[in-house]
């Protein structure tokens, strides 16, 4: 049983919660504790790299201001004492205790998992009642907040008028919780919600990804479309004298389909769906000290001695079995690999490290897989304290 999910299993959460209902759990993560401090959390915001954004609804006369960072030190000296929030996207892909927390979600796909945003409140600080496309687990790390659950919404829901906030406009609380360290709640897709902050609170929220059709096909047919001849083209052979000629006729549209027959290539499908779920949306990652091998037998030689190689935090790893093989892919790349390298896959899908004692000299198929994921940046090495 996973003690994420308080007192149920695993199976009966997806059976009976996942996007279906919401869900509290009282001390999910017993008295859990940030391992970022609100002082670093504003350190990241001021960092270019870093997308975040201060939410403040302190003025009457113009509620729920937004600004978007980097922030400077002034930003922060010039907030209100209260009703303000510090939202900072993507924290795990900087700060490794983070994303550590990914590890108790491993009864869902793991290329499903987005990112973790991290928000630090003050009283009555919060981003208004909204609802997200996506599921979404909200961990209480500090201090208290309180979260109103409202109605189901769609994209006919009415919302207030603002640029940067999509605030229901008439939120409707169903129910209301008070949530303390270790707490969390789940939410699915449409529901709409509403956190305040009661004292200096931080909250995680763990994001799954959710891409919409019209994303998935426009994104699919240009990967196809990238990758067929100019010469590829609609044609009619063997034409018939038309009638009228400004119809366009059954058998047009039945040529039509022929050439759009093209999208309908699964092979193409499952890499490009493992590219496009294992893409990054942020343009920088964390520049990690490593030491990339030039060649498998250096990699051999640095595991052997003692030298352990782990999943870079933030970096993004699926793979898929295609004719006997598998594909793997690693921050939106593709590599091909054996059915050799399963034990290794088992290993890195968990995040956990890989030593010597995971690979053998003689199999040449996993050094090759990991010699290419450390030198996409995926892997990086760790120093063991013994060497």
């Avoid at 006369?61 to 000296?77: D, I, N, R, T, Y």
């Avoid at 129910?175 to 270790?182: F, Q, T």
Wanted: net charge negative.
């Amino acid at each position: 049983m996973n003690t994420l999910l308080g007192n149920i299993s695993a199976a009966e959460f997806l059976r009976e919660y996942w996007q279906q209902r919401p869900l509290l759990i009282r001390q999910a993560l017993p008295a859990y504790q940030s391992p970022v401090s609100p002082e670093e959390l504003a350190g990241l915001a001021m960092e270019d790299t870093v997308e975040a954004r201060l939410v403040v609804n302190d003025d009457e006369a113009e509620p729920w201001q937004v600004w978007h960072g980097p922030f400077s030190e002034e930003a922060f000296l010039n907030l209100p004492v209260d009703n303000w929030t510090l939202l900072v996207q993507a924290v795990d892909h900087w700060v490794p205790e983070v994303a550590e927390l990914l590890s108790h979600f491993d009864f869902l796909p793991g290329w499903r998992l987005d990112d973790i945003m991290v928000s630090y409140a003050r009283p009555g600080g919060g981003v208004g009642p909204h609802y997200d496309h996506y599921d979404v687990f909200l961990l209480q790390a500090r201090g208290r907040r309180k979260w109103q659950v409202g109605q189901r919404c769609t994209v006919q829901t009415p919302l207030m008028t603002h640029n940067d906030l999509k605030i229901v406009a008439d939120f409707q609380t169903a129910e209301e919780w008070i949530l303390e360290p270790g707490d969390m709640l789940y939410l699915p897709p449409g529901v709409a919600h509403n956190g305040i902050g009661i004292d200096d609170c931080m909250t995680f929220s763990v994001g799954f990804r959710a891409p919409s059709a019209a994303e998935v096909i426009t994104h699919f047919s240009d990967y196809v479309a990238d990758n067929l001849s100019d010469d590829n083209r609609y044609a009619d052979p063997a034409l018939s004298l038309p009638e009228h000629p400004g119809e366009i006729t059954h058998s047009a549209i039945g040529r039509l389909k022929t050439l759009l027959s093209q999208l309908d290539d699964e092979q193409k499908l499952v890499e490009w769906f493992g590219r496009f779920m294992t893409e990054s949306k942020y343009n920088m990652t964390p520049e990690l000290p490593t030491i990339k091998p030039t060649d498998c037998d250096e990699l051999a030689g640095r595991l052997k001695q003692g030298y352990s190689l782990t999943v870079v935090p933030g970096a993004r790893l699926a793979y898929s079995a295609l004719n006997n093989c598998w594909q793997v892919y690693a921050d939106g790349q593709v590599l091909h690999a054996s059915e050799q390298v399963s034990p290794i896959l088992t290993r890195l899908e968990r995040r956990q490290p890989i030593d010597q004692a995971d690979v053998s000299e003689a199999d040449a198929d996993t050094l090759l897989l990991l010699t290419q994921l450390v030198a996409l940046g995926t892997l990086a090495w760790k120093r063991n304290d013994d060497c």
